[in-house]
Nanobody, 124 residues
Framework: VQLQASGGGLVQPGGSLRLPCEAS????????MGWFRQAPGEEREFVAA?????????MYADSVKGRFTISRDDAKNMVYLEMNSLKPEDTAIYYC?????????????????WGQGTQVTVSS
């Protein structure tokens, strides 16, 4: 299984970005997917997760709730993170990950496949 995140870049505060993540593997739809981020000098933190099946259960970190939306397209083996009203504190490397099972969860130890990360910088 390989995951490839992209879509990062420099955006002004209040702006938006959409991060796509493409996954290989025929069993993509059987697993929950998540997004994590890591800022310089900080530990990797949970951002959002989505259970198997598009339209399933979602979970968000309090810091992004109401601003970020996770979604998936199982036909294309894609998961997305739509980020709106971005703040400077959202600056980080963002990683997509595949969970070991089908249910949502914030613990990175429960994710066994990780993408390489994409840099998001929010600055004026």
């Amino acid at each position: 299984v390989q995951l490839q995140a992209s879509g990062g870049g420099l955006v002004q505060p209040g702006g938006s970005l959409r991060l796509p993540c493409e996954a290989s593997g025929r069993t993509f739809s059987s697993y929950a997917m998540g997004w994590f981020r890591q800022a310089p000098g900080e530990e990797r933190e949970f951002v959002a997760a989505l259970s198997k099946w598009s339209g399933g259960t979602t979970m968000y970190a309090d810091s992004v709730k109401g601003r970020f939306t996770i979604s998936r397209d199982d036909a294309k083996n894609m998961v997305y993170l739509e980020m709106n009203s971005l703040k400077p504190e959202d600056t980080a490397i963002y990683y997509c990950a595949r969970k070991k099972d089908a249910v949502v969860g914030p613990n990175p130890a429960e994710y066994n496949y990780w993408g390489q990360g994409t840099q998001v910088t929010v600055s004026s």
